[in-house]
Structures are given as structure tokens and as C-alpha cells.
């Protein structure tokens, strides 16, 4: 069976995220003063063949956890379903 992964990584809410306060102040900087706090992460779409859904997000957390995030820097979730 084929399924789609939705991934995302983001850095860790510690730590300081310069392309996020870029961002916020280019937005603030054009109006919008009610907006802060802007995170900017990575978004990845996968697909895998796999025999069951819980089989592929087991491989899809493996190539998160050793290949897609820093773990000093970054967190991830993700979400998998079945390819229609």
C-alpha cells in the first residue's frame, strides 16, 4: 500500500529563531501589530510503500529521528494516511 507522510520540523521553542523574527518584523513592519512570535520550520511530504500504516510511520520516525532534524536544534511531528 502507498501512503503519504506529512512532516514538520520546527526549531526547538528554546531557542532563538532568526528567520521567525525576520519575518515577524518585515509582517509588523506592514500593519499587521497583532501578530508576534513567528516560528519558521521546514515542511516535507513523503511517499511510502509499506504493508500497514503503523509499519510506515514507524519508518517515517526512524528517517525523521537520523536523517530530516537536529535534534539539538529541532523538533518534528508528523502524520501519516493512506495515498488515495
Given at each position: 500500500m502507498k501512503f503519504l507522510a506529512?512532516?514538520?520540523?520546527?526549531p526547538l521553542q528554546a531557542l532563538l529563531d532568526p528567520q521567525g523574527k525576520a519575518v515577524t518584523g518585515v509582517i509588523r513592519n506592514n500593519?499587521?501589530?497583532n501578530m508576534d512570535?513567528?516560528?519558521v520550520g521546514k515542511?516535507?511530504?513523503i511517499e511510502i510503500e509499506a504493508?500497514?500504516?503503523?509499519?510506515?510511520?514507524?519508518?517515517i520516525d526512524e528517517?525523521?529521528?537520523k536523517i530530516l532534524h537536529n535534534p539539538i536544534m529541532e523538533g518534528y511531528e508528523?502524520?501519516?494516511k493512506r495515498k488515495a
Open positions: 506529512e512532516i514538520n520540523v520546527m500593519g499587521y501589530t512570535n513567528v516560528r515542511h516535507l511530504t504493508d500497514t500504516k503503523e509499519q510506515a510511520a514507524d519508518r528517517v525523521c529521528r508528523f502524520s501519516v
